[in-house]
């Protein structure tokens, strides 16, 4: 299985942009979906995470900025993000956890100038 990653990119500050990751079959049985990002320097952060149930949790940095969803049947799971500040710049990559495994995808580059 693999995660693919798409909608990276480079923005001004005060840009969006809406990251995707699909998984390359169905993989059922998704219990997490989430986004995770690594600025240079800096240990791998979570950004937010959205559960099978539709619950949602957000990085204190990103909240009212950043919108998680999912599409089961696809199992794919986006990330929409506005305002974007110089901060956000990092390899955002996307992780799905099943009732049996994890997930990992190879990342999608954002960077946002100043």
């Known amino acids: 299985v693999q995660l693919v990653e798409s909608g990276g990119g480079l923005v001004q500050a005060g840009g969006s942009l809406r990251l995707s990751c699909a998984a390359s079959?169905?993989?059922?049985?998704?219990?997490?979906m989430g986004w995770y990002r690594q600025a240079p320097g800096k240990q791998r952060e979570l950004v937010a995470q959205?559960?099978?149930?539709?619950?949602?949790r957000y990085a204190d940095s990103v909240k009212g900025r950043f919108t998680i969803s999912r599409d089961n049947a696809k199992s794919t799971v986006y990330l929409q993000m506005i305002s974007l500040k110089p901060d956000d710049t990092a390899l955002y990559s996307c992780?799905?956890?099943?009732?049996?495994?994890?997930?990992w995808g190879q990342g999608t580059q954002v960077t946002v100038s100043s």
């Open positions: 079959r169905n993989l059922g049985s998704i219990r997490v």
């Open positions: 959205i559960m099978s149930d539709g619950g949602t």
């Open positions: 992780k799905i956890t099943t009732t049996w495994t994890y997930y």
